[in-house]
Structures are given as structure tokens and as C-alpha cells.
């Protein structure tokens, strides 16, 4: 089945300890996203790839970090994670060989005390 | 960089009414508008897209408007029923690369 799949689901961690959110595909697609949505804000892009170690910044990339080593997947880091981070993260990938549609992982809630 | 606004940002309509979404997008350079679904508590899901080479696109009960001179594209869903439900997002492509810029949603609610 084609699917975005990321890890944890749910998440309560405490200020400054780092994490990792994984993201993983199996559509062999080559951009990948990491968006943020809070109420009121919509989606809003934290970082981006386009295709192996190539990756740049969304809107909101402060506090953040990504890495594209493997085509299938596309991690968010939060080395000093803060209250402010707390949010729905969602992962995407798309490609313009699927009409660009992008599919979103199921999200992961994070919360930072 | 491009910004898009979606109006109203909350709509109520009753059962088997039409609901309208209308979005505005600042870059003219844009060419791609897609419009995602999101049900309570479950991840965004396309619904239905266009491009700038057509001015309207229907697929069932839903259907998108594009006007590029204007820059404002619309999402129409006739005869509204309780699983339209949900928060609604316009997007615009960013660059011609397959970035999006989002719209800050719409939740439309269908009153049985």
C-alpha cells in the first residue's frame, strides 16, 4: 500500500531534549515536506527536499533540522526542542511523475512543557 | 514570496445548500491550485486541483474556478451534505518546483 508513515504519533517531551520525528515513504517520490499546523496558521512549511542530500528551508525554519540521506526518508530534528514547538506536524511527499499531488503522513502531535 | 488568503474562514451551511470557499494568491507565476480536505483529527487529503490552462474543473459534486487575471480561485461543493464537514485549504504552487504555500483554512460546517 502507498503510504507516508512517521513516528511518534504522539509525543510530550520536556524542554531542551532533543528529538527526532521520523518520516518515511514508499513511493519512490522525490520532494519531501515537513509542515507545522496550529490553529488559526494553517499549514505552514518548516523544511523542504527535492531529492536526495538536497533540502531547503520552508517558511518557518528556525529551531528546526532535516536530512535527506535516503530517498524514502526525511527526519525532523528538534535539537533544543521549546514550548513554542509545540504543535500537529505533518510529513509530505509528492512527484511530478503523480501530478504533484502531495500525500501526508498521519501527523504527529508534539507537545514541549 | 506568494501568499494566499482563503475567505470566509468559517462557513455554515445547511444540508443540500451550496458552499463556496473563495482564495486569493499574490504570485502570477503561479500555475498550479490545489484544494486539500481535513477531516477532524485525520491528515489533509487532495479533493481536487487545477491548472492555469483551464478555467474550471468539475469532478461529482465539487468543482474549482480559476480566474489568473484576477488571481483568485474557488472551491464550489453543491448539495452540501454532513461529511463535507471538515477544514478546507487552497494552495498555490510556489516556483514551478511542487512547493506549496497553504492557506490558512476554511472549516465548513453542514447543519443536518
Known amino acids: 500500500e502507498a503510504q507516508v508513515t512517521q513516528n511518534p504519533r504522539y509525543l510530550i517531551t520536556v524542554t531542551g531534549k532533543k528529538l527526532t520525528v521520523t518520516c518515511s515513504q514508499n513511493?519512490?517520490?522525490?520532494?519531501m515536506s515537513w509542515y507545522r499546523q496550529d490553529p488559526g496558521l494553517g499549514l505552514r512549511q518548516i523544511y523542504y527536499s527535492m531529492n536526495v542530500e538536497v533540502t531547503d528551508k520552508g517558511d518557518v525554519p528556525e529551531g528546526y533540522k532535516v536530512s535527506r540521506k535516503e530517498k524514502r526518508n526525511f527526519p525532523l530534528i528538534l535539537e533544543s526542542p521549546s514550548p513554542n514547538q509545540t504543535s500537529l506536524y505533518f510529513c509530505?511527499?509528492?512527484?511530478?511523475?503523480?501530478?504533484?499531488?502531495?500525500?501526508f503522513g498521519p501527523g504527529t502531535r508534539l507537545t514541549v512543557l | 514570496g506568494e501568499n494566499v488568503e482563503q475567505h470566509p474562514s468559517t462557513l455554515s451551511v445547511q444540508e443540500g445548500d451550496s458552499a463556496v470557499i473563495k482564495c486569493t494568491y499574490s504570485?502570477?507565476?503561479?500555475?498550479?491550485f490545489p484544494w486539500y480536505k481535513q477531516e477532524l483529527g485525520k491528515r489533509p487529503q487532495l479533493i481536487i486541483d487545477?491548472?492555469?490552462?483551464?478555467g474550471e474543473k468539475k469532478d461529482q459534486r465539487i468543482a474549482v474556478t480559476l480566474n489568473k487575471t484576477a488571481k483568485h480561485f474557488s472551491l464550489h461543493i453543491t448539495e452540501t451534505q454532513p461529511e463535507d464537514s471538515a477544514v478546507y485549504f487552497c494552495?498555490?504552487?510556489?516556483?514551478?518546483?511542487?512547493?506549496?504555500?497553504f492557506g490558512k483554512g476554511n472549516q465548513v460546517v453542514v447543519i443536518p
Open positions: 487545477i491548472r492555469s490552462n483551464v
Open positions: 494552495a498555490a504552487e510556489l516556483y514551478g518546483n511542487n512547493r506549496l504555500a
Open positions: 509530505a511527499s509528492s512527484s511530478p511523475d503523480a501530478r504533484n499531488e502531495q500525500f
Open positions: 513511493m519512490n517520490h522525490e520532494y
Open positions: 504570485d502570477s507565476a503561479s500555475n498550479y
